[in-house]
């Protein structure tokens, strides 16, 4: 009988992480198209929203089956493995020291979330114009990629986005785990200023692990907008991107502020949605 109660919960862990995803992509779709054209031709958000209304209203939401599978299960991923792993831990007597078990569970769940890297893959060509006339949709573009190129070529960038999930899982769950149980402690259950609170401890950890890691997602996407030939190494690309940018940190962080507002946002939502899903128990009642 615990057995069963303990797959209920950790099934609600994935659920809830899942569904969380899916109600923040589809708020700011048109807001993460800006981004990437920022990060992937150097624009400034002004110029970025320009083409994306000069794309037409048809266009503003074209890439988003991608984002919208792959985030949504990634974040699935993220917070039901994560407290599978942490529930495993929590039953093995020989690992005593909280952070220990966190520190584990967050990078497996990183290591699980690069697994949906294809669909980020796909997400960052659909969203390229080069390659609005190559590419019809999320299917064809899988198909494309997997027989022209081979299988692999739906991992490329795959290092960089392994690094970049576990430094944020790391930092994400460390954080977050201990100002929601502070929270919990100060605020009533279930209220308004209990969820909104969790908007800003996911809101304002998500904007500071963007700014963090946001050159991972820079070199990213260059990597993955390029199609067959060399796989050319994280090291390689920044070092391009780098000149190519006048040797300058700083543009390396052209776009930065954009993410930021939009992480806060996103992981605000998300924080918020996940911890009131999983307190609702909606997906226990099955």
Request: glycine fraction near 8%.
């Amino acid at each position: 009988m615990f057995k069963d109660q303990e797959k209920k919960y950790v099934l609600n862990d994935f659920l809830c992480g899942g569904a969380a995803a899916m109600i923040n992509i589809c708020i700011l779709y048109p807001f993460y198209k800006t981004i990437f054209f920022q990060q992937l031709d150097n624009l400034t958000w002004n110029q970025a929203a320009l083409r994306l209304l000069k794309e037409g209203p048809n266009n503003i939401y074209r890439g988003l089956l991608p984002p919208l599978i792959q985030t949504s299960a990634t974040r699935s991923i993220m917070f039901g493995g994560y407290g599978k792993t942490k529930l495993t831990l929590d039953n093995n007597e020989f690992i005593n020291l909280t952070i220990i078990k966190v520190f584990i569970s967050a990078i497996s769940a990183g290591i699980l979330e690069a697994m949906m890297m294809p669909f980020e893959r796909v997400q960052v060509l659909l969203q390229n114009k080069m390659y609005n006339d190559k590419f019809k949709h999320t299917y064809h573009t899988f198909k494309v990629l997997a027989s022209n190129h081979g299988f692999k070529e739906l991992y490329r960038g795959f290092r960089v986005v392994l690094i970049r999930n576990c430094i944020g899982n790391t930092i994400y769950f460390n954080a977050c785990d201990r100002f929601i149980y502070e929270s919990k402690l100060v605020f009533k259950h279930n209220s308004v200023s209990y969820h909104f609170n969790n908007f800003i401890i996911g809101g304002i950890l998500g904007a500071c692990i963007s700014l963090l890691i946001y050159p991972f997602n820079v070199v990213k996407t260059r990597q993955q907008s390029s199609i067959g030939g060399t796989f050319q190494s994280g090291i390689t690309v920044v070092g391009k991107i780098y000149s190519e940018r006048g040797k300058s940190i700083t543009q390396l962080y052209r776009g930065s502020p954009a993410n930021c507002v939009r992480s806060l946002v996103s992981w605000g939502i998300i924080t918020m949605a996940n911890e009131f899903l999983r307190d609702s128990k909606i997906f226990l009642y099955y």
